[in-house]
Nanobody, 122 residues
Framework: QVQLGESGGGSVQAGGSLRLSCAAS?????MAWFRQTPGKKREGLAA???????NYADSVKGRFTISKDNAKNSVYLQMDALQPEDTGLYYCAAASWRIHWGPFETSQYNYWGQGTQVTVSS
């Protein structure tokens, strides 16, 4: 059973930056970041697989950058130009297989982290 550990969340003012990190205790292939806010379903933000294929949600394109260190089984999310609507609980997700389609479907991932809170104030 692979465990995911997230870090890097916190509070920041609008326009600021944060970098999230997620380390997997074992080998995985595709990894992604999701965000959840009260009353809404978990939203996929950025995904990457071991081929280096990257996908971004329109809401974060141009502001967030996902990267992956296959040797460390880790994924990172650099978040720039943060806005209050980016506030939420951010989850790291990982799959044992290579995802080529539907990277923002939660059912694609078999491992989830506990979440790290990001709060952006105006």
């Amino acid at each position: 059973q692979v465990q995911l550990g997230e870090s890097g969340g916190g509070s920041v003012q609008a326009g600021g930056s944060l970098r999230l990190s997620c380390a997997a205790s074992g080998s995985t292939d595709s990894m992604a970041w999701f965000r959840q806010t009260p009353g809404k379903k978990r939203e996929g933000l950025a995904a990457i697989n071991s081929d280096g294929e990257v996908n971004y949600a329109d809401s974060v394109k141009g502001r967030f950058t996902i990267s992956k260190d296959n040797a460390k089984n880790s994924v990172y999310l650099q978040m720039d130009a943060l806005q209050p609507e980016d506030t939420g609980l951010y989850y790291c997700a990982a799959a044992s297989w290579r995802i080529h389609w539907g990277p923002f479907e939660t059912s694609q991932y078999n491992y989830w982290g506990q979440g790290t809170q990001v709060t952006v104030s105006s």
